[in-house]
């Protein structure tokens, strides 16, 4: 199976990057799309760049130009479950686009996305239950192999958790109290907001591909946001995404060793 590797920023994805082995490069839409073998798997990986636009275009591109079968999509994201911490992992089981509103429009509801009639897009139970999997494994084996305690404690992580559950996509990065109580309030079952995942959700969804999304909480998405998120992306975001991703590819590979570094 070929499966499609896509992070939205160059931290998050370089680190995969460099692991595939015979490395094939193509450029397409401004963006480059690494085509190899990683851990016994078929892989494209590429970064998307920001936004649900740049996401679709670039699953899209996975699915029609490459074809991949199943796309896995890795990053970051703002709490607003207010029980995560930095460092806590969100696999999602359902996601939507939040900044979805043609309700002024007799008969839709908000979220709905119009003529397709769905409001939110579910990734395929057993993927949800690998990632998982593969995400404790990260944080329960390597995660202190990887990280120092100064930088752990720096970011306040101290026994980070795997949760599942619904994810929130928007053309938006979130920094403000108000917004992240109007979206809990909309969404009450909300675990965190990204600019990517429910897109490529949509795409995969559109094509009949399998998918699954998992983020590493970087910030909560209210005033400290703008000073959390990009530190944690420039010092840990590459190594959460890595380890997890490198330890799913090994369990879709039924190779399911658990050091992401062998
Ligand atoms: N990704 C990481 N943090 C985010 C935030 N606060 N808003 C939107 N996307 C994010």
Redesign the pocket.
């Known amino acids: 199976m070929k499966i499609g590797v896509m992070g939205a920023m160059p931290q998050e994805i370089q680190h995969l990057i460099s692991g595939i082995r015979n490395p094939r490069k193509h450029e397409s839409g401004k963006r480059e799309f690494v085509e190899g073998k990683l851990h016994d798997n078929e892989v494209v990986a590429v970064f998307s760049r920001w936004g649900k636009v740049a996401a679709s275009s670039t699953a899209t591109t996975l699915i029609e130009r490459f074809g991949v079968e199943l796309i896995i999509f890795a990053g ?3 709490a607003l479950d207010r029980a995560l911490n930095i460092g806590d992992i969100v696999v999602a089981s359902r996601l939507v686009q939040h900044d979805m509103d043609a309700s002024a429009i007799p008969g839709v509801e908000r979220f709905e996305i119009p003529l397709l009639g769905v409001p939110f897009f579910e990734p395929p139970a057993d993927m949800v239950t690998k990632a998982e999997e593969a995400s404790k494994i990260y944080l329960d084996i390597h995660m202190r192999e990887d990280l120092s305690p100064d930088t752990l404690d720096y970011f306040g992580i101290s026994a980070p958790k795997v949760v599942t559950g619904l994810v929130a996509s928007g053309d ?4 403000s109290d108000a917004v992240t109580e109007e979206l809990c309030r909309a969404l009450p079952e909300l675990k965190c ?3 990517e995942g429910a897109a490529v959700a949509q795409v995969a969804y559109e094509h009949n591909i399998p998918f699954v999304v998992l983020r590493t909480i ?2 909560k ?1 209210d005033h400290s ?1 703008a000073v959390d ?1 990009p530190a944690f992306v420039e010092r840990v975001a590459s190594n959460f995404t890595f380890g997890c991703v490198s330890q799913l590819l090994r369990m879709l590979s039924g190779n399911n060793i658990s050091d992401p570094h062998a």
């Open positions: 970051v994201a703002g938006q990065f979130i920094a907001v990204e600019m970087s910030d998405a946001a998120f």
